[in-house]
Structure formats: C-alpha cells, structure tokens
C-alpha cells in the first residue's frame, strides 16, 4: 500500500511558477512510476507527467512540454512537477498517482494507476 499526499498547490499569477511535490509512504516508493494528472472544473482528468521508477525516463503532456519539469527523490520519497511561465488554462485540481507496472503502455490513462493523493489545487489568475 501505498499513501501519497500532495502540497505546493496555490494561486499564482500568469506567467509565474509553482512547485507541487508529492511525498508518499511505504519502503517500496522507488519501484514505482510516478505520474501528475490534472482536472478543471466540468473536464475530464487529464495526463500532464510522468517520470519512470529510476528517473531516467520522463513524459510531457504536450500542452505543458518545455514549461513543466517533473523530477523525483528515492531518497525522500517524493516527485516533484515545477511549473514554469504558468497560463490560466493550467487551473486545476493537481492529483499524483503511483504506477507499479514497469511497462509504459497507456501510461497516459489514469486508469492504470494505482494509487492517488488527494489533489492540490492550482489557480493561475490573468
């Protein structure tokens, strides 16, 4: 089992930036992919990153590709997204997920996830 638990959410002007971490429990975090997902208000939930167990392979969105970075520490047992230059079309409710699979296929679909936290909001003002 394992619990994950987001921070870092906030409100932010356009074109700023935030850094959302997500830590989680358990002894077993690093054999994990760990995926973000986002969901508005009235959309469906969406795919925004994914980084592999080790960190060496990593996954965009292309509507946040070059803006957003997502990155983890074994050690602490957290993954991190920074998000840069910050548009309004990037509020959201911000939820990880956890991956046991090593394969990355429909790593996109929430579905295959595991576990979820429980959101941090993001709110991007004009």
């Known amino acids: 089992q394992v619990q994950l638990v987001e921070s870092g959410g906030g409100l932010v002007q356009a074109g700023g930036s935030l850094r959302l971490s997500c830590a989680a429990s358990g002894r077993t975090f690093s054999s994990y992919a760990m995926g973000w997902f986002r969901q508005a208000p009235g959309k469906e939930r969406e795919f925004v990153s994914r980084?592999?167990?080790?960190?060496?392979?990593?996954y965009y969105a292309d509507s946040v590709k070059g803006r957003f970075t997502i990155s983890r520490d074994n050690a602490k047992n957290t993954v991190y997204l920074q998000m840069n230059s910050l548009k309004p079309e990037d509020t959201a409710l911000y939820y990880c997920a956890a991956d046991r699979r090593t394969s990355i296929l429909r790593y996109r679909d929430g579905d295959i996830y595991d576990y979820w936290g429980q959101g941090t909001q993001v709110t991007v003002s004009s």
């Open positions: 980084i592999s167990s080790t960190g060496i392979s990593t």
